[in-house]
């Protein structure tokens, strides 16, 4: 029985038919008169449905003070402050993400700096923040972070080879915008990771400590949708569908997480990131099913009951069959992804080098995802999951 559970979705989300960026003026009406600073990265900033926002500020008042156009893929400390001075000294006070998940966590960690002051490291940590941040509105490009919905940022911090993790009510976007087209253009490697990112946060989301009825709901649903969608999404044609709801997906696993969190998986995943620099999605798709057997042994039940309701599995006649048939099924579905798009399926592929595992238990140990892990994590039992996928 769960004791206590809330569930609070303050981001509202549009969605439509290919196009909706250019049409967008009805629904930033709220924000009429402000002055944008828009963070995106060297492709999406020259991609027409960039031009098509910029047409949609223009029909309802709202002028571009300045634009970022530099947001590397992981992005870190250094690149939140040099956008945070140019914002400043254009006088913005309305930010618009438009990009992945390194874009959107990069204006969230801007908004931070530029509305509290101080540098960004100050802010690690979780409900800290004392003052309220500037509207700000996310476009996300990719199939998988769920950031567009989330109050989390994750940001490098390259001088200590770590992640630090900003979690707070406030950082969560004003308006979520979800234009199907942005996908069209993705390389099929780029939607294989950000998809796997989704279908973790999902999976992750469902057998946490604080799941709920609420975030179980959206777990499934995404779950599901990622399954059915996946391998089709990574066709050379005919993927329209398939990639539109994989954006659906990616914004309810979000909607999952930010309320039950994640846990070991994005605790490895968030070390290869700080340490070995491996994308996100990638790293996570290759701790997903070490993660899940790790925790099969104290939610088996869990396990089962989503690999059920998402369509991965028939139920067994016990839970433990279930669960491992559930994580036989997504192991599958990860091979065949890494198959199609040629993405890492070892540590050695993604670039880690064996003598970077000391440091990877290390930062991995220390991550707050591990607070919401089913099972307790000790440093020998990290050890031995990146051993499980070095080779």
């Not at 914004?251 to 340490?275: E, P, Y």
């Not at 139920?315 to 579905?333: C, F, G």
């Amino acid at each position: 029985m769960i004791d206590f559970f809330q569930f609070y979705s303050p981001t509202r989300v549009v969605a439509g038919k290919p196009g909706l960026l250019g049409e967008l003026a009805p629904e930033l009406a709220p924000f009429a008169g402000l002055r944008a600073g828009i963070v995106t990265d060297p492709v999406l900033g020259a991609m027409a449905y960039f031009r098509s926002l910029e047409a949609s500020l223009a029909a309802v008042g709202i002028a571009v003070g300045a634009v970022y156009r530099d947001v590397p893929q992981d992005s870190d400390v250094d690149v939140v402050h040099a956008v945070r001075d140019l914002f400043a000294a254009n006088q913005c006070d309305l930010i618009i993400a438009v990009g992945g998940g390194s874009v959107i966590d990069t204006a969230k960690a801007v908004n931070i700096v530029m509305t509290h002051g101080g540098e960004l490291r100050d802010y690690q940590g979780a409900h800290i923040l004392t003052e309220p941040l500037l509207p700000l509105i996310a476009v996300p490009t990719t199939v998988g972070t769920g950031s567009e919905v989330t109050m989390a940022a994750v940001i490098a911090d390259t001088q200590d080879k770590r992640k630090l993790t900003l979690l707070d009510h406030r950082l969560a976007p004003a308006l979520a915008v979800l234009d199907p087209q942005v996908t069209f253009s993705l390389p099929q490697k780029l939607v294989a990771a950000t998809a796997m990112d989704a279908l973790t946060h999902a999976l992750e989301a469902f057998i946490d400590l604080e799941h709920s009825p609420f975030s179980d709901m959206w777990a499934v649903a995404a779950a599901d949708m990622i399954r059915d969608n996946l391998v089709k999404a990574l066709q050379p044609e005919g993927f329209a569908e398939a990639r539109t709801r994989l954006q659906w997906a990616s914004t309810m696993a979000g909607i999952a997480f930010n309320h039950s969190m994640v846990g070991i998986v994005h605790a490895m995943a968030h070390a290869l990131g700080g340490v070995a620099k491996v994308p996100h999605g990638v790293a996570n798709s290759l701790m997903l099913t070490q993660g899940l057997r790790f925790n099969m042994e104290e939610v088996s039940e869990r396990i089962a009951d989503i690999g059920v309701r998402a369509g991965f599995v028939q139920e067994a006649p016990d839970a433990r069959s279930t669960a491992q048939a559930t994580i036989e099924a997504v192991a599958a579905l990860r091979a065949t992804v890494c198959r199609i798009t040629g993405m890492a399926e070892t540590l050695t592929q993604a670039g880690v080098r064996r003598e970077q595992l000391p440091l990877l238990v290390e930062r991995a140990s220390e991550d707050g995802s591990l607070l919401y892990n089913p099972r307790l994590a000790l440093e020998d039992d990290i050890r031995e999951l990146f051993e499980g996928v070095m080779a």
